[in-house]
């Protein structure tokens, strides 16, 4: 039974529901139809209504034979929510869980747990993981951010001991998002073989049956994605092109030096608080982080030189996640007990990476904000400091020990994480086509060039769209796939010789849709509102 001290636990249960939603409307923040979501949810509305986006050759071929992501998405819709309201509902809910895994964490790492929850709220402001393009907090509500809320959930139980509970949490996630869990669950099941803890494999390797078995009843299955096979020299280089991200050889000599740095300093952290490291956490905790550091050498030789096509998929590298939130955590931890036993320029030093991480894309960008990350470092020390001394302002401390950055960081630094891209007029737009057109009708917008915007029009309008950017992120699943892309986007990208509208109609578009410069007058034209003309290609 965990030990709560003073702290009631409605109170740690309250705290933790704050912070999940401080962080969901304040800081880091969410998104929805901004970035993968515009694909997964047309997906999943296809899977209800298979009459929807018969024409769209990206959502045709859907990538979710591997989760169960699109099955726990499709009860909630039959059980009356609508698909946004039962994604948002599991994000809430796993983001929550992410904070509490945080939490138990650092109450294993012998913090108090009122200081435990200041390392959970410093956690939660989020970090990009350039390189690999993903995020310790994820904004949208997409398979690997729900996988990310259970696997600290699961490094959380598995630093107090609980084994069994830790791999029910890893398995959950393997379920949403296997490549994401396969770390985790490696250092789990290691120990559970270790130990002869046989009972605690169950969990796994009954998750490994269930999505086995899901897949091979997964509806809507036109081309199987392939695994054995090498990538074809033209999918390499559009890949290269499209999914740099996968790519270790096009990152920056700055990306690729980060995570070196990071797992130093992880690795610094654990070892300056290692007599509070439970011999429990210790796999945990030393293990992650480097299974994260040689996903960058492992993905480069399988990806990069052997070109694997299984790679292009699973996305190795995007195991550095590890590094960067365990650093964040265990610099974090590192932070408060030199506050608490008085090393306020180690405590400081601790905390400046900690903050540097939600402010900066990278850490040698930190120069532009510098002295928001020693402020708020300097802030964080005193309050910690004041939290060792039993001062009965103790608990205010905190509690602004854990707000004030989640302010601080959007309005003295600046740092917006997204832009706004859904507007009154892409939702009218939307709202028309869906309401006056065929719902096998195809449109184009031929003058947007990489905008998300019509990613947010084809989910909102339920319409297919010939092709779009966001949507060559399908190259790395299926062959035909890319290549259909690579065709359509080049005529896309022909911006001196755009198509006609016969020749759009000969094409396979129904609707072009262009941006409205002014009050003139158009053939064909079917609709308009103050940004965006309609022109028809029948």
């Excluded at 913090?111 to 994820?138: C, D, K, M, N, Y």
């Excluded at 696997?151 to 490549?179: E, K, M």
């Excluded at 020990?401 to 302010?407: D, G, N, R």
Aim: hydrophobic share 55%; aromatic share 12%.
């Amino acid at each position: 039974m965990l030990q709560t001290g003073t702290v009631h636990r409605a109170a740690i249960f309250a705290a933790i529901v704050g912070l999940t939603l401080l962080g969901f409307f304040q800081f880091p923040g969410h998104t929805y139809l901004h970035s993968d979501t515009q694909i997964y949810v047309p997906m999943l509305e296809r899977l209800l209504n298979p009459a929807l986006y018969a024409n769209d050759f990206v959502t045709r071929d859907p990538h979710l034979q591997y989760t169960l992501y699109d099955e726990a998405a499709v009860v909630l819709r039959r059980l009356g929510l609508e698909f946004q309201t039962a994604l948002v509902m599991q994000q809430l809910l796993f983001r929550a869980l992410g904070v509490y895994g945080v939490y138990l964490l650092a109450l294993a790492l012998r913090l108090t747990p009122r200081a435990s929850l200041v390392v959970a709220a410093f956690f939660s402001l989020g970090t990009l993981v350039s390189g690999p393009a993903i995020l310790t907090v994820e904004y949208e509500p997409v398979p690997r951010g729900f996988a990310a809320g259970l696997l600290l959930l699961a490094v959380g139980w598995g630093a107090l001991g609980r084994l069994n509970v830790a791999g029910v949490a890893a398995s959950v996630a393997f379920l949403y998002h296997p490549p994401a869990a396969i770390p985790v669950l490696i250092v789990l099941c290691g120990i559970a073989i270790f130990k002869r803890r046989w009972d605690a494999l169950i969990a796994p390797l009954a998750a490994i049956a269930i999505l086995i078995l899901f897949a091979n009843l997964q509806p809507g299955v036109v081309d199987r994605q392939s695994f054995l096979s090498r990538l074809d020299p033209g999918i390499a280089e559009l890949q290269r092109f499209r999914a740099a991200y996968n790519w270790i050889s096009l990152w920056t000599w700055q990306q690729r030096a980060q995570y070196g740095l990071l797992w130093m300093a992880g690795m610094g952290a654990l070892w300056r608080i290692r007599r509070d490291v439970p011999p429990a956490a210790w796999p945990l905790l030393a293990g992650l982080p480097l299974i994260g550091l040689l996903s960058m050498p492992l993905s480069y030789l399988l990806l990069d030189v052997e070109r694997f096509a299984v790679m292009a998929q699973f996305q190795p590298a995007r195991a550095l996640l590890f590094v960067t939130a365990l650093s964040c955590i265990l610099a974090a931890v590192a932070g408060i007990k030199a506050a608490e036993r008085g090393r306020r320029i180690e405590a400081v030093a601790w905390f400046a990476l900690v903050f540097t991480l939600p402010t900066c894309i990278l850490l040698t960008d930190i120069g532009a904000h510098m002295w928001l990350v020693l402020s708020l470092a300097l802030l964080a020390m005193a309050m910690m400091s004041a939290e060792a001394t039993g001062s009965r302002w103790a608990g205010v401390a905190a509690v602004c020990a854990m707000v004030i950055p989640y302010f601080a960081i959007p309005v003295f630094g600046l740092v917006h994480n997204y832009q706004r891209l859904e507007t009154q007029d892409v939702d009218d737009l939307a709202a028309w086509a869906k309401a006056n057109t065929a719902e096998d009708s195809v449109f184009v917008f031929p003058e947007i060039g990489r905008s998300l915007q019509p990613g947010i029009f084809k989910t909102r309008a339920q319409r297919a769209l010939w092709a779009d950017w966001k949507g060559g992120g399908q190259v790395n699943y299926f062959p035909r796939v890319a290549e259909e892309w690579k065709r359509r986007w080049s005529v896309l990208a022909d911006n001196g010789h755009p198509p006609t509208l016969e020749r759009w109609r000969q094409l396979g578009v129904d609707y072009v849709v262009i941006r409205k410069t002014g009050p003139v007058p158009l053939p064909r034209r079917v609709y308009e509102n103050g940004s965006f003309l309609v022109l028809t290609a029948r």
